[in-house]
């Protein structure tokens, strides 16, 4: 709530004040109502505005004076002429040189002794340690629930006002650790403008700090921010433990999707059917200098590449030629220490679903205990159990009810699975033009009646989508030999993965999904197989297809505790299908979780106060046992019986608000 008290003394400074005010005047208030108290009282008023700087993290206005203070300041008792008194005449340390405000971002409540650091994020003022303060406690408008600038904005001012920086500007504002003039990743700065590890060279990467690689430093959280617990240099900061936590439900990997247009070039859209096996041989073992696979020129099978000319083009930028997306990929956890990219946005898995055919007739359902039927249900049932009863009765979940002519049909899943069986990224882009978008059809390994269905709506109608187009998938992890790496990959059509840039994965040409597994071992190297999903490799048995694989041996040249980059480069070539399941187990370390000590006396990011010991007052001004504030001038809620007369919380001290001490000063005759 706003009030207006223009005839008190209103507070003015921050953490490092800066700026002069005008002298104070002493106003006579009474019964006119030009005050605040009754009677014929007198009491201080500050008439000047000036600008100062809050933790040089922005600027805000506030009334200020530099009065001399009144004949008690600095005695440490508190007199009617003041709003704090802390036993001295020194300003920056929460009571100004005049005692005639208590600075921002300080709660001075006893006389005598040293004022509090505070902060209370979301209160709109940004004090130390806050790097931004909007008025609220809510993520993704640039400043976060604890007060932090969030990655892709930078933030101004008290309260602050968060804005979108632009990546690849050439200037480095806000969250930003790099900008290096676009916004293309996998040049060592990425697409949102963080540090990217080096991998130029023969040899392994370079960590640098603000990666979120943890790699001779104290800790790397992922950014460049002084202030957060891990500093711009990637050091520990005092207030702070960093640890290297799980990273949870989700992962995020950087990626670089190209669409191109049908048959353009004719590498797109060869006509290629019935190919169930990789083309192996079809790129160099390593990559260029460029860090890009190299056609080696090879014809026959099912590769159709016209030339090295137009595969340069398929992950690389090329005007008229293609279009770039770069995003990232989410891969959510599996549960077994692996994260999978899957079908539904929040992480849903694909169902592969049958059909039951007759769940009973319309008008010959069982009823609810209101009397109304139930679909899928059949009065006859206890004695003529339908397909629905059956497929019930051996677990299986029934995804919808559906009326066909007089009778019941369901959808039943059978079982989920990881993946996306239609995995068309570049859906939105309208770099292909909707005349070229087509069906897509689901393949035999999501399906359990291997007939290839169509991707439908919920009303039957096929969905268009837009083919041609590949996929530059680029992720770091640091090596420590003896734990376990696994890459599994499972998809069509062309798939090559490269590891220390060497070819590890070789599942090349236009077929049906083919699963690639890689598993590193300890001596620099891994071993791969590579399996079909459908051909004269597998059989089918009680509708479960079992197929042969081939396994090889490949040196990577990787060593322990070096930093190395895992590229999956993938194409999109041939309608009608598109599936893609990638699963990463045991890369996905995450970076420096800094988090605030309670208890040490060190006011940090993430806390409203930290009086280390005598943490747990619940008394007014204090500090409870979890860094919180209780009621304490500054709080929005005007304690009388504290001798508050007035708070108008973050905003107390600005022009037409609350003083900085919640209470008017009155001259002492």
Same mark, same amino acid.
């Given at each position: 709530m706003r009030s207006f008290h223009p005839f008190w003394l209103i507070a003015s400074s921050g953490c490092l004040l800066a700026g002069a005010c005008s002298s104070a005047t002493i106003i006579p208030t009474g019964p006119s109502g030009s005050g605040g108290v009754s009677g014929d009282a007198v009491t201080i008023n500050l008439d000047a505005i000036v600008t100062i700087k809050t933790d040089g993290r922005g600027t805000t206005t506030r009334p200020g004076s530099d009065a001399p203070p009144g004949p008690n300041c600095g005695n440490g008792e508190l007199t009617s002429d003041e709003a704090c008194d802390d036993g001295n005449t020194v300003s920056g340390d929460g009571c100004a040189n005049n005692c005639l405000s208590v600075e921002p971002g300080y709660s001075c409540v006893t006389p005598g002794q040293a004022c509090r650091p505070v902060a209370r994020c979301g209160d709109g003022l940004v004090v130390f340690p806050e790097q931004c303060d909007d008025g609220n406690k809510n993520n993704g408008d640039g400043c976060s629930d604890g007060c932090k600038i969030e990655v892709g904005y930078k933030c101004d001012g008290s309260p602050s006002v968060c804005s979108h920086t632009t990546c690849g500007d050439s200037k480095i504002e806000g969250a930003e650790g790099c900008d290096d003039g676009n916004s293309m990743p996998f040049d060592g700065c990425s697409s949102d403008c963080q540090n990217e590890p080096s991998c130029k060279g023969t040899s392994a990467c370079t960590s640098r700090c603000g990666d979120g690689i943890v790699l001779g430093e104290e800790c790397d959280?992922?950014?460049?921010?002084?202030?957060?617990?891990?500093?711009?240099?990637?050091k520990g900061e005092q207030g702070f433990k960093c640890t290297q936590p799980n990273l949870g439900d989700?992962?995020?990997?950087?990626?670089?999707?190209?669409?191109?247009?049908?048959?353009?070039?004719?590498?797109?859209?060869?006509?290629?059917?019935?190919?169930?096996?990789?083309?192996?041989?079809?790129?160099?073992?390593d990559l260029d200098n460029e860090g890009k696979p190299v056609?080696?020129?090879?014809?026959?099978?099912?590769?159709?590449?016209?030339?090295q000319d137009t595969f340069k083009k398929w992950y690389r930028d090329t005007s008229g030629v293609n279009h770039s997306t770069?995003?990232?990929?989410?891969?959510?956890?599996?549960?077994?220490?692996?994260?999978?990219?899957?079908?539904?946005?929040?992480?849903?898995?694909?169902?592969?679903?049958?059909?039951?055919?007759?769940?009973?007739?319309? $008008?010959?359902?069982?009823?609810?205990?209101? =009397? &109304?039927?139930?679909?899928?249900? !059949?009065?006859?049932?206890?004695?003529?159990?339908?397909e629905c009863q059956q497929k019930e009765a051996n677990g299986e979940e029934m995804l919808k009810c559906y009326i066909d002519g007089n009778s019941y049909k369901a959808l039943f899943i059978v079982s989920k699975a990881d993946g996306n069986p239609t995995f068309f990224p570049v859906d939105g882009d309208n770099f292909t033009p909707a005349s070229e978008r087509q069906a897509a059809k689901?393949?035999?390994?999501?399906?359990?009646?291997?007939?290839?269905?169509?991707?439908v709506d919920e009303a039957g109608n096929k969905r268009l989508h837009n083919f041609s187009f590949t996929s530059e998938v680029r992720y770091w992890f640091k090596y420590e030999a003896g734990k376990s790496y696994v890459l599994d990959f499972t998809g069509d059509d062309d798939v090559w993965v490269f590891v220390?840039?060497?070819?590890?994965?070789?599942? $090349?040409?236009?077929?049906?999904?083919?699963? =690639? &597994?890689?598993?590193?071992?300890? !001596?620099?190297?891994?071993?791969?197989?590579v399996t079909p999903t459908a051909g004269s490799a597998c059989t089918t048995t009680n509708k479960i297809t079992t197929c042969t694989g081939t396994t090889k041996t490949v040196s990577l040249g990787i060593s322990n505790n070096g930093v190395y980059e895992i590229a999956v480069f993938q194409a999109e070539r041939q309608t009608e299908g598109s599936s893609y399941k990638l699963t990463l187990s045991g890369f996905s370390a995450a970076p420096s979780d800094c988090q605030p000590v309670c208890g040490d006396g060190i006011l940090a990011i993430g806390e409203e106060c930290d009086d280390g010991p005598n943490n747990g007052n619940s008394a007014y001004g204090g500090c409870s046992a979890t860094c919180t504030l209780g009621t304490f001038c500054g709080d929005g809620v005007t304690q009388a019986d504290q001798g508050e007369m007035c708070d108008d919380g973050g905003n107390n001290g600005l022009p037409g608000y609350c003083p900085s001490g919640c209470r008017n000063l009155i001259p002492i005759p």
């Open positions: 959280d992922g950014n460049n921010i002084d202030g957060d617990g891990c500093s711009s240099t990637c989700k992962m995020l990997v950087p990626v670089v999707y190209r669409d191109f247009r049908y048959h353009n070039p004719s590498d797109f859209e060869a006509g290629v059917t019935g190919s169930n096996d990789a083309s192996t041989g079809m790129v160099k073992p056609y080696t020129a090879i014809t026959g099978n099912a590769i159709h590449v016209e030339s770069p995003t990232k990929m989410t891969l959510w956890s599996n549960g077994k220490d692996g994260y999978v990219n899957r079908y539904g946005p929040n992480g849903e898995q694909w169902n592969t679903t049958e059909i039951a055919y007759y769940c009973g007739n319309v $008008g010959e359902e069982m009823l609810d205990a209101d =009397g &109304k039927p139930i679909p899928c249900t !059949s009065k006859y049932q206890d004695t003529s159990p339908t689901i393949p035999p390994y999501y399906d359990a009646t291997a007939s290839w269905p169509f991707d220390n840039k060497k070819l590890a994965v070789d599942i $090349g040409g236009i077929h049906t999904p083919v699963n =690639g &597994k890689l598993v590193l071992n300890s !001596s620099g190297g891994g071993s791969v197989t």
